[in-house]
């Protein structure tokens, strides 16, 4: 009776996996870690491009798995995932030796603006930007960079309208200096025009940057006009 009683103890007690929500006692269960670890791209840092004028690290790619796990993060009050996402991403730049590579950087979370913040109870890009930064050993700065308007999501516009929906969007923190490499970080990149924005704002205040790091690479529409004029670093 005693070993019964304690399966169905361990039966209720045992966590789900936080994607698909089957039974698991790990975070992810095992099915769901393959798939996202199968997205882990290679190489892991893309060099400068018109998309993206500094180096960027790009840890898996945007494909369904890790989708659901963002919108998770997203819209599901699940912040744990982000701690994830940044352990992960970490892991991987250590992987590559990049800690060794680069040793002094600044991890720079993207901004949300403070009524959106309000409403999900978290920015994302920062749970997953201070995690990365605590397993590295860089520093951390989550107020950096402030955003001062609200924006419409860039997934509802097309790439003309990208760029305008940021003009304006960012300003540098009073008194914001540093004497290291900022890398900038963010949860998804497409088209890049969010992290564009915020590297021109930084080169504007003569702030030195490394590049950015993002967890998911999207694939980019072939059919979206580039911009003609990229910023020149």
């Not at 304690?6 to 209720?12: A, E, K, R």
């Not at 603006?113 to 605590?134: C, D, L, M, P, V």
């Not at 025009?193 to 930084?202: E, G, V």
């Not at 504007?204 to 990229?230: E, F, M, Q, Y």
Request: proline fraction near 7%.
């Amino acid at each position: 009776m005693q070993s019964f009683l304690s399966h169905i103890s361990q039966l209720f007690l045992q966590s789900s996996c936080q994607s698909c929500q089957r039974a698991s006692s790990e975070f992810f269960c095992p099915f769901c870690q393959a798939q996202l670890h199968t997205g882990i791209r290679s190489p892991l840092i893309e060099p400068p491009s018109t998309h993206h004028p500094f180096p960027l690290f790009a840890w898996a790619t945007y494909d369904t798995s890790l989708r659901q796990i963002i919108q998770q993060l997203k819209y599901n009050n699940q912040p744990a995932i982000g701690t994830w996402l940044g352990t992960e991403m970490a892991k991987s730049w250590i992987h590559a030796k990049l800690h060794q590579k680069f040793p002094r950087l600044l991890v720079v979370p993207i901004p949300m603006h403070k009524s959106k913040e309000k409403q999900r109870g978290y920015n994302q890009a920062e749970i997953i930007s201070r995690s990365f930064a605590r397993q590295i050993g860089y520093r951390h700065q989550p107020n950096a960079l402030i955003r001062i308007r609200e924006t419409q999501p860039q997934s509802e516009l097309g790439l003309d309208d990208r760029a305008q929906n940021l003009e304006s969007a960012f300003s540098l923190a009073p008194n914001f200096k540093s004497n290291q490499p900022v890398l900038l970080l963010d949860d998804i990149f497409t088209t890049g025009a969010t992290l564009r924005t915020a590297i021109k704002l930084l080169e504007n205040h003569n702030i030195c940057i490394w590049g950015s790091a993002v967890t998911a690479r999207g694939h980019l529409d072939p059919t979206l006009k580039i911009p003609k004029k990229v910023p020149q670093f």
